[in-house]
């Protein structure tokens, strides 16, 4: 007969090998270094092991732990987990369409939002029916040109949707202004900024809602996974049924609508409309390990961010790359360049130098979304001619930033990008 084995005594056997697995990572000039490496250990991965033997994965009690700490690690009051970045910025305008709220954006109204993005930075509000209004973004920061806003601004303004790209911070004291000015909401999508901040306050805490991803590649991994912030309590119990079906489970005002309702059985009661977007217990497992690393991610990603800045500094006639500013903390999602129109050569020669010699490169996100040919299919409008986000499609890219780069990985990338830019000195 085979003895049974209880879970603490399996976690017990579990844990060596574990542990022993993932103590080892040497580089060499022959690795690749890839745009992302995994962000998680041993800890994620017991945290993991635990869940699936207890047998409850679905969304429980991680998921809801790793909500609280996140929302807290910001500064907002609600947070709602959800399965994608994607998911979450669905979410977020779906949220801000529901005829239950008092003003909901309608179909035909219009969004603000830049050209520079990412794809599913701008889908949603096509599925409200709503007509995004694209600016375009300060060559500098690669966020909105706020300078532009009121020449966007029409009698249909419903919201402006600003993006963190790459993890620099938008102008948020002109946005919350421009907004409690016109009576438009402010969605923040921080899906590449988590720990950003603009004057010392963490983007995601200024707007109306927010969004952050955790996918893979992202600062810290869910695998994938995505998150839901608002400090109005309206919003955050709508959230909590779209994000379900519609049912009123993990509403905080469910006693009260179990009530109001009382011929229908509470456990199966929808009050709106509804989606399955929920996250897993494992989803929740890799969260709360990984919140708890996130600032030492981050300080690493500042460290190879500096180093790079200061070293390339003699080569800004051929390449635009970012500057340390006072007034914000960078997230550094990625390390962006863009060739100068009059560098003597173009981005294909400089992005192969690099991915010949294992350096993974990436085009900054979707470029100009309206060159993409799925724009064809929508409505939108576009406020002059968008020359930057085109010019950076055109002539920029990035490459990976992120916990796995230390001194030897940082100094081997810099040594690759200046045995190219010499030859042009």
């Known amino acids: 007969m085979v003895k049974k084995v209880d879970k603490k005594e399996a976690m017990k056997k579990i844990k060596p090998i574990i542990q022993e697995y993932f103590n080892s990572n040497d580089f060499t000039e022959s690795s690749k270094i890839k745009l992302v490496v995994p962000s998680y250990g041993e800890h994620e991965v017991l945290e993991v092991i635990d869940s699936l033997l207890s047998t409850y994965v679905t969304m429980g009690e991680k998921v809801y732990s790793f909500e609280e700490q996140f929302s ?10 959800v399965n994608s970045g994607s998911s979450a910025n669905l979410l977020a305008l779906q949220a801000l369409a529901n005829p239950t709220l008092e003003n ?28 995004p209004v694209f600016v375009d973004v300060n060559k500098d920061s690669l966020t909105i040109d706020v300078k532009q806003l009121e020449t966007a601004l029409t009698s249909k303004t419903k919201a402006v949707l600003a993006v963190h790209l790459l993890g620099h911070p938008c102008q948020m004291d002109v946005l919350v202004d421009f907004c409690e000015k016109n009576d438009l909401y402010l969605i923040e999508d921080c899906c590449e900024a988590h720990g950003a901040e603009w004057n010392g306050k963490k983007v995601g805490s200024f707007g109306h809602i927010s969004t952050y991803s955790f996918f893979f590649s992202h600062h810290i991994s869910t695998i994938e996974g995505g998150i839901v912030l608002t400090n109005i309590d309206e919003i955050n119990q709508l959230l909590k049924s779209l994000r379900a079906h519609g049912w009123i489970r993990e509403r ?7 009530r109001k309702y009382n011929h229908i059985d509470p456990r199966f009661l929808f009050v709106n ?49 970012p ?10 999602f990625g390390f962006p360049i863009i060739i100068s129109e009059k560098a003597g050569f173009k981005r294909e020669n400089f ?26 299919y929508y409505k939108w409008k576009q406020i002059g001619p968008l020359e930057n986000s085109s010019r950076i499609m055109k002539n920029g890219f990035f490459f990976g930033n992120h916990s ?22």
């Open 72 to 81: 807290k690690y910001i500064g907002c009051k609600y947070a709602t987990m």
């Open 273 to 321: 409309k509804g989606y399955n977007l929920r996250p897993t217990e494992i989803q929740g497992a890799f969260g709360i390990h990984q919140l708890k690393k996130l600032e030492t991610f981050l300080k690493i990603r500042e460290e190879n961010a500096k180093f790079w800045i200061d070293n390339l500094e003699e080569y800004r006639k051929f390449i635009h790359i």
């Open 104 to 131: 909901p954006i309608k179909p035909g109204d219009e969004i603000i939002t830049t050209s520079l993005t990412w794809s599913t930075s701008v889908f949603p509000i096509f599925d409200i029916n709503a007509i």
């Open 323 to 332: 500057k340390i500013e006072e007034n914000i903390r960078h997230a550094w």
């Open 252 to 258: 905080n005002d469910k006693t009260e609508l179990a």
């Open 351 to 376: 992005v192969k130098h690099l991915e010949k010699n294992n350096i993974e490169t990436r085009p900054i996100m979707a470029g100009n979304i309206i060159e993409q040919p799925a724009m064809n």
């Open 404 to 425: 796995g780069i230390k001194q030897k990985e940082r100094e081997y990338i810099l040594k690759i990008i200046q045995s190219f830019l010499d030859h042009y000195i």
